[in-house]
């Protein structure tokens, strides 16, 4: 059984066992100690449906036996599972659409996350809960990809609604990505022509970077990262979001023990590419709450690092925390603060104090031509004050 330093509720802890991969008795039991401490399953569903592991938990309850889930929440449970699948569904077709569209154009791109992982971790796409699909394209091919989904039906979303050339100049330069849709599918597209917000965090790993093909359920071939660029993107992804969405982390120990990678050569070349403290971070989680065996050598270098260890009880609060704790100027404070921990040294201080300098809402609301770009740094504070106050009026 998870030992619970920490104090977490009993129905994260039971989320958490139903989390565990691959499937096995280890697993089962644990599932079902944890499940013996569990006094409200209606926390359990609201817990299980904030992270999205409903797919997990539903598939590990049904394994573990002689659980008793009351018959209301088993039926939310039995619903929810439906309507994952079915979604799961739609993004496969929306994929192979998105596929044949980019072909056509002559685009190449990289699927982040979403199906492609769901395959490489769990074997199938069945369990794993998606909302959007991620594309990853290089810098210079960014526009031409953003025209192809325009052609077929897809339209930028808020704050990029009605994005003109001049401000997709500026978003190329500053951001990484805008989410698109289209009104007959009303499923996300994320266009991403950065792998982070702070290049040095994932240093070198890009669109052109080395790639595995992934073959799908319904025999698409799709294109993602490396097996080793794949793990550092999804450690720093999981860090900028303070992991507080169990299923990023779930999925990153799912991709490890289905994969039989060697940990320690994974973590070495995060390392390398920047993303070290990230990675260190995700470790531990996977450890602490999924059992993730690590080398003996490797678990006391992050328990022994001060920075990995916080960086791990920043997203134990991130992930235990009422999802209204994430709102506010006082948690987007905190998140500052703590991607300014995810790395050291001047060139990634100097891009972090970059990446939190532009915004694309600012970009939005001032379209300023290149020579002026210096100015955004400068209105950041005051426009947001401003968007801010007019929301209060609003209300």
């Known amino acids: ?19 565990r991969w691959p499937a096995s008795p ?8 944890a499940a013996a401490q569990v006094g409200d399953w209606e926390a359990f569903l609201r817990v299980i449906e904030r992270h999205r592991v409903v797919g997990l938990a539903h598939d590990a309850l049904d394994a573990a036996g002689t659980i008793v889930v009351p018959a209301a929440v088993a039926a939310k449970l039995a619903a929810r599972l439906k309507n994952i699948a079915q979604r799961n569904r739609l993004l496969l077709e929306e994929l192979s659409l998105l596929q044949r569209a980019f072909a056509a154009a002559g685009i190449e791109f990289l699927v982040l996350k979403g199906p492609a992982l769901a395959q490489i971790a769990y074997g199938a796409a069945t369990c794993k809960q998606t909302r959007d699909i991620d594309l990853l394209v290089a810098p210079d091919c960014a526009r031409a990809a953003l025209q192809v989904l325009e ?11 009605g994005l003109n050339d001049t401000q997709f100049a500026a978003l190329l330069r500053y951001c990484r990505e805008i989410d698109l849709a289209r009104p007959a599918s009303k499923l996300p597209v994320e266009l991403q022509w950065r792998a982070a917000d702070n290049p040095t965090l994932l240093d070198g790993v890009d669109a052109r970077s080395p790639a595995q093909n992934v073959t799908l359920a319904d025999g698409l071939v799709v294109r993602t990262l490396a097996a080793d660029d794949l793990f550092a993107y999804l450690c720093v992804h999981g860090a900028y979001h303070s992991w507080s969405r169990l299923k990023w982390l779930a999925d990153l120990n799912a991709m490890l023990q289905t994969t039989g990678a060697d ?41 022994t690092n001060r920075r990995t ?7 134990l609060r991130a992930m235990t925390e009422r999802p209204a704790a994430h709102k506010g100027m006082r948690a987007v404070s905190a998140n500052v603060h703590t991607q300014f921990l995810f790395g050291a040294g001047w060139r990634f201080f100097t891009a972090q104090c970059r990446a939190v300098s532009f915004g694309m809402q600012d970009i939005m609301t001032v379209a300023l031509p290149p020579p002026l770009y210096f100015l955004y740094p400068l209105l950041r504070l ?5 968007r801010h106050l007019h929301t209060g009026l609003r209300r």
């Open 309 to 315: 260890s916080k960086l791990m009880q920043i997203a």
């Open 26 to 33: 280890a697993r089962d039991a644990a599932v079902r100690a």
């Open 151 to 161: 052609r077929n039906g897809y339209a930028p979303l808020p704050p990029a609604v």
């Open 263 to 303: 940990v320690t050569s994974r973590y070495r070349h995060a390392q390398r590419v920047g993303a070290g403290l990230c990675a260190g971070q995700a470790l531990l989680l996977c450890r602490r709450l999924f059992d993730l065996p690590l080398p003996a050598a490797l678990a006391r270098e992050l328990e």
């Open 1 to 19: 059984m998870i030992e619970n330093p920490d104090k977490l509720s009993a129905e994260f802890l039971l989320a958490a066992a139903c989390c």
């Open 382 to 386: 005051p426009l947001w004050l401003v």
